[in-house]
């Protein structure tokens, strides 16, 4: 294998990464200049300049965060309620892209933080950060090929009968309400798996377990609010506001290594508010 088949086919880095790396030197095998079409030698010793330090991309701001796995190359945090995963505006210093910038900081790793998916504002969990571009765009497409599994817990309103399925609905801005979505045949494919851990009939709620398979903005609010069962305390989709905010929380994220290939798995504690999925702990998943 050539190192340009090892960054590109193995390590799925992306061609304008590598032609970076190659233009900056970055990459040396056994101390020099590599031949970029040559096999590579077993036992040769490759060299990467990953860790220069670089602006962090965002205002660090100390914020309090619970880390659930670091390492050099990721950064996974337990996102709390009411928090942006990253700035909308310039400005902005209250996101968890701030927190994560500040933590780095602290351990005086000058890296520009880059997350990899994001949580909706008032939804809870674990969010993978990358620490070096390298790994960013390693890990992207580690998403884009679904290998990084995300797993939510939800508290839906009413009895959901089926006690597993599939839904599987394009999902598209709503014209009549800036920020909502809704299912519409000409928006992105989405689906999402399900399965009910629980109901409570005397509540009329459901708990149920999700797993997607793509990303869209609000994908689980909006599946079940069409499917008539929108999360308990999601106001915006039509539920029931027994709790403060949507019951939905990223409870399970399992990342393969981008250069182990070791299976990352990280269980993110619900810290707010517990009594919202009745004692349902992620490490059941």
């Keep these: 294998m050539t190192l340009e088949e090892l960054l590109r086919s ?16 970055s990459i040396l095998v056994d101390g020099s200049a590599p031949a ?14 990953l860790f220069a330090e670089e602006d962090f991309g965002v205002k660090p701001a100390y914020h309090e965060i619970d880390v659930l796995y670091e390492d050099d190359h990721m950064l996974i945090l337990n996102k709390p309620a009411g928090m942006d995963t990253h700035p909308n505006e310039p400005m902005q210093e209250d996101t968890l892209a701030n927190a994560a910038a500040f933590h780095l900081l602290a351990k005086g790793e000058y890296r520009q933080v880059k997350h990899i998916h994001r949580l909706d504002k008032d939804t809870t969990g674990a969010v993978l950060f990358a620490k070096h571009a390298l790994a960013g765009g390693m890990l992207d497409q580690l998403l884009k090929e679904r290998k990084i599994k995300r797993t939510y817990i939800a508290m839906a309103d009413g009895v959901i009968k089926q006690k597993k399925g599939v839904i599987r609905k394009p999902i598209g801005r709503d014209r009549h309400h800036p920020t909502r979505r809704r299912v519409s045949p000409g928006g ?40 008539g069962h929108p999360l308990t305390g999601d106001r915006l989709y039509g539920g029931s506001p027994a709790f403060p905010r949507q019951a939905l929380h990223a409870a399970k994220l399992e990342v393969p290594h981008p250069f182990t290939e070791e299976a990352v798995v990280c269980y993110a504690p619900v810290t707010d508010c517990p009594e919202m999925f009745r004692g349902f702990q992620p490490e059941e998943l």
Aim: hydrophobic share 35%; aromatic share 8%.
């Design 36 to 49: 970029w079409t040559s096999p590579l030698i077993e036992g040769s010793r490759l060299g990467l300049k």
């Design 188 to 227: 992105q494919d989405a689906v999402t798996h399900y399965e009910v851990a629980a109901i409570f009939p005397r509540e009329q709620q459901t708990l149920v377990s999700c797993r997607l398979e793509t990303g869209r903005t609000h994908q689980i609010r909006v599946h079940f609010s069409d499917m």
């Design 10 to 25: 193995r390590w799925k880095a992306p061609k304008k990464q590598i032609h970076l790396m190659r233009m900056e030197k």
